[in-house]
């Protein structure tokens, strides 16, 4: 089945930096790809999402990118502040048909002033 | 933006003991998820409800976990008998009919079983 790896587990950068999480897939025929941020305690919050369709995506500071090749999916967060610091998903849906979506391990992003 | 909510936040129960999760989803939601977060652990998914049915579930969801929508009231996940290893965050995320593969998830309900 699907196995999603993400990396780094953990990310420190200074305010006004970016941040790169990257997460890679091995199911060619993934049809769906997410980001979430979960802050402490809550729950997640859906950042972005494209599909399979799409190579880049920018939204407020956030770009995702989509390497389908190398299938390879990037989050970089542009000009980082405090306020990002969190737990970051990966999550993509599994093989067509289903309703899973397989979860990236998670990156602790710290970003100090 | 759309919010689910889970009710209650902090569950603690005895093994063997029967425990009902409840979720409030998004109100025009059609497609309600649980998953399942085990300490410093990656979400997994447990279980899809959509039209009353159970559309697909894992490996997790195992015969002691049930789930339902009564009537459009909550969603629940229902484990009974719980055992130990039960003990996790569980997360209750639905979606639209439209969006399907956007979902939108709850804080959580962290359930503990002693």
């Known amino acids: 089945g699907e196995q999603v790896e993400q990396r780094p587990p953990h990310l420190s950068v200074r305010e006004g930096d970016s941040a790169i999480i990257i997460c890679t897939y091995t199911d060619s025929a993934t049809a769906y790809f997410s980001w979430y941020k979960q802050e402490a305690g809550a729950g997640l919050q859906l950042l972005m999402s494209v599909l399979s369709n799409v190579d880049r995506k920018e939204e407020q500071g956030l770009t995702v990118l989509l390497n389908k090749k190398d299938k390879r999916l990037s989050l970089n967060l542009t000009a980082a502040h405090p306020g990002d610091s969190a737990v970051y998903f990966c999550a993509v849906s599994a093989s067509s048909g289903s309703w899973q979506l397989i979860f990236g391990s998670g990156t602790q992003l710290t970003v100090m002033p | 933006g759309p919010k689910v909510l889970q009710i209650p936040s902090h569950q603690i129960i005895d093994m063997g003991q029967m425990v009902t999760l409840n979720c409030d989803p998004v109100s025009n939601h059609l497609y309600f998820y649980w998953y399942k977060q085990i300490l410093g652990q990656q979400m997994e998914f447990l279980v899809n409800?959509?039209?009353?049915?159970?559309?697909?579930k894992s490996k997790l969801f195992k015969d002691q976990f049930s789930v339902e929508r009564p009537d459009g009231s909550y969603f629940t996940l229902k484990i009974q008998p719980t055992a130990l290893e039960d003990s996790a965050v569980y997360f209750c995320?639905?979606?639209?009919?439209?969006?399907?593969?956007?979902?939108?998830f709850g804080h959580g309900t962290k359930l503990s079983v002693l």
């Open positions: 409800f959509y039209n009353g049915k159970v559309m697909e």
């Open positions: 995320a639905s979606s639209s009919e439209v969006s399907n593969e956007r979902l939108f």
